[in-house]
T-cell receptor, first 113, second 114 residues
Framework: DSGVTQTPKHLITATGQRVTLRCSPRSGDLSVYWYQQSLDQGLQFLIQYYNGEERAKGNILERFSAQQFPDLHSELNLSSLELGDSALYFC????????????FGPGTRLTVT | AQSVTQLGSHVSVSEGALVLLRCNYSSSVPPYLFWYVQYPNQGLQLLLKYTTGATLVKGINGFEAEFKKSETSFHLTKPSAHMSDAAEYFCAVSDVDSSYKLIFGSGTRLLVRP
């Protein structure tokens, strides 16, 4: 158990819908990263937050957004969902957003039908 | 920009045999390198990391990796494979230029034959 929690574990929804994925980092970790894992794209970085502020963006679609709250949990919002958004979404946390290793949550499997 | 190449999408070994999973990286600055393992329907678990110092790094479950700057490699090895090692393994480099996000290789699925 990495100490990073993600909910829900599975999510099935229809095209055009909006969903919210939630992540709670390890106790004391200020930095949260979101990654997408799909068969065709592999593991890709989406976005990072550090202590409530956006730190870096990767290949994140404009339909996707995220935020980190004062209690340090983070949410990833995916809207106008398309079939191609079906993937595993991972959250990871690290101590201070530096070279320290990232600890991954169990992921949320999103299926868009 | 950093990148990672993992040679071999599938590697099959017999139980008790040497495990060797290959990883080459590209980085314009001294890299921070990681190996993660993913068991079916689970998240990624850190096996080991290299940041600075000793180039031979030992990790969990008997795995180790050696950082070779001249070869830009960070291959993962284990002397004797167990059935429980069957999983997918990802090599990653940390983007030290910004955010320290992880850039992953495409992964290698390790199959262990009885």
């Amino acid at each position: 158990d990495s100490g990073v929690t993600q909910t829900p574990k599975h999510l099935i929804t229809a095209t055009g819908q909006r969903v919210t994925l939630r992540c709670s980092p390890r106790s004391g970790d200020l930095s949260v990263y979101w990654y997408q894992q799909s068969l065709d794209q592999g593991l890709q970085f989406l976005i990072q937050y550090y202590n409530g502020e956006e730190r870096a963006k990767g290949n994140i679609l404009e339909r996707f957004s995220a935020q980190q709250f004062p209690d340090l949990h983070s949410e990833l919002n995916l809207s106008s969902l398309e079939l191609g958004d079906s993937a595993l979404y991972f959250c990871a946390s690290s101590v201070v957003g530096s070279s320290y290793e990232q600890y991954f949550g169990p992921g949320t499997r999103l299926t868009v039908t | 920009a950093q990148s990672v190449t993992q040679l071999g999408s599938h590697v099959s070994v017999s139980e008790g045999a040497l495990v060797l999973l290959r990883c080459n990286y590209s980085s314009s600055v001294p890299p921070y390198l990681f190996w993660y393992v993913q068991y079916p329907n689970q998240g990624l678990q850190l096996l080991l990391k290299y940041t600075t110092g000793a180039t031979l790094v030992k990790g969990i479950n008997g795995f180790e990796a050696e950082f070779k700057k001249s070869e830009t490699s960070f291959h993962l090895t284990k002397p004797s494979a167990h059935m429980s090692d069957a999983a997918e393994y990802f090599c990653a480099v940390s983007d030290v230029d910004s955010s320290y996000k992880l850039i992953f290789g495409s992964g290698t699925r390790l199959l262990v034959r009885p």
